[in-house]
């Protein structure tokens, strides 16, 4: 009975580490989590971006399948304006803008708005254990899509689809 006792804990112990911690269902992700704008090094609370979908991309800019995940987002620009979707790509890496700044040009990404997180933050309260990690949320800050790893596109038009259909769908 206690060996039994001892593997289920030890079960319930391991999924704590490797399952995300997300807010409560209905609870609002865009509440008390600040970052850095890349462009102007000026703090904003995610609660700026409360009110539309929003994506939020965690990435390393040493990372091979987060830049093919931000020039994917650098086609989407477009569309994701005109379906009212903010785009959030975070980073950890706020004391290394220039290696930022650097990777976004290697790969030819001009027009997103880069963030950086600040620590403790939503990395380490998520915890984000794999990049590239994707969350989108709908218009009131609930996850509805989380993938960690290489970003599925067909995944991800599904996600959008149900928090902000194309104009006219």
Known sequence: MRRNLSAGLAVFLGMLLFFPLLPARGASFFT????????????VSLEEFAGSPAILVFFYPTCEDCKEGLQLFEEMREDLQNRGVTLLPITKERFNPRLVSKTLQE???????????????????????????????????????????????????????????????
């Open 107 to 169: 790969i030819q990404v001009e027009h997103l708005e880069v963030y950086y997180d600040h620590m403790p933050g939503l990395f380490d309260s998520l915890p984000v254990r794999s990049v590239p990690r994707l969350l989108v949320c709908d218009s009131s800050g609930t996850v509805v899509y989380d993938e960690q790893g290489p970003i599925a596109e067909l995944a991800l038009e599904e996600a959008l689809d149900r928090v902000a259909p194309r104009k006219g769908e």
């Open 32 to 43: 008390s989590y600040d970052v850095t704008r890349h462009s102007d090094g000026e703090d």
